[in-house]
């Protein structure tokens, strides 16, 4: 699933390119994408695009002085300009924005795979924020993440770190990849739980969560430009990087399976010493 450093570039560069062009028109070929009918998606033909950002994981598009458009990726999702129109044996279109100009460049949310999860809303304005989504949305970790304080009360429970900082509910942004990467900096384990910290360790994953996204963010700066392409290079030192070396320490990265994802850690530096067991059910049955 795209996080908070992949929908950040790309609403960047994506606001950079259409911020002020008009909306020629406007169709949903996903059967299941959009979510609401009042307004109907029409009302957005013909109107400007004011801005396109970000909130948490999620894309919003300003239209015109009252509309906006709310975009959630889920996990095989892209939103991406082209130069053409999608051509009609073209599956993967969810969302198809046809921008007024020569050559009429086309907005369009694609998915991949055959779960049609992505989903898009078109809402009034002044009613955004009372959206379930965003109603719900914890603060966001970039570019000021909570204080420690703040952290330490918004983590409080017994979860493992691993889990509550994928909870949206609890801050905004993070998911399993960058959650890897960010208790790799701060030498935390994933199964510590939240509830556990001490000050100073809720500062240095305070500290972590900054430096995490702030490097992935500079590194996209540098090498994402239009057209985004359909896998990001990911600066990623450990999620997936299992059985290589820790870039810190040299000890050889393990990772905990489960039945649809992995988790990576430095074993040395965060669970001292010790390999977790692979979480999958298929090995836990054997």
């Known amino acids: 699933m795209p996080e908070l450093p992949e929908v950040e570039i790309t609403a960047r560069r994506l606001n950079e390119a259409l ?5 020629a028109s406007s169709m949903a070929p996903g059967i299941n994408a959009l979510k609401t009918f ?9 109107q400007p695009i004011t801005a396109i950002r970000r909130r948490g994981k999620l894309f919003v598009i300003d239209v015109g002085d009252d509309l906006s458009l709310l975009i959630h990726l889920m996990s095989a999702g892209r939103l991406q300009l082209y130069d053409k129109r999608a051509g009609m044996r073209d599956r993967t279109s969810r969302l198809l924005l046809r921008i007024d100009g020569d050559p009429e460049r086309e907005l369009r949310l694609r998915e991949f795979g055959t779960k049609q999860a992505a ?10 924020e009372d959206e379930e989504t ?29 889990t509550v900082l994928r909870d949206q509910r ?66 990623l030192l450990v999620h997936r990087h299992e059985g290589e070396p820790c870039p810190r320490c ?7 399976h489960f039945e649809d994802y992995v988790m990576s850690y430095c074993p040395a530096e965060q669970t001292d010493g010790k390999v977790l067991k692979d979480r999958r059910l298929s090995k836990l049955l054997k």
């Open 19 to 23: 911020s002020g062009a008009t909306i």
């Open 38 to 46: 009042d307004p109907p998606l029409h009302a957005i033909d013909g």
């Open 119 to 128: 989903w898009v809303k078109l809402l009034r304005r002044d009613e955004l």
């Open 134 to 162: 965003l109603a719900t949305l914890g603060p966001e970790s970039w570019p000021n993440p909570p204080c420690a304080e703040h952290l330490r009360a918004l983590l409080k429970g017994a979860r493992p770190l691993y």
């Open 170 to 235: 609890v801050i905004a942004g993070i998911g399993r990849s960058w959650v890897d990467e960010i208790l790799w900096t701060a030498k935390l384990s994933p199964f510590k739980r939240a509830n556990d910290l001490t000050d100073e360790e809720a500062e240095t994953l305070r500290a972590a969560i900054a430096e995490v996204l702030t490097r992935a963010m500079d590194h996209y700066e540098e090498v994402v430009h239009l057209p985004i392409p359909d896998k990001l290079p990911l600066p």
């Open 250 to 256: 040299g000890t050889k990265l393990e990772a905990v």
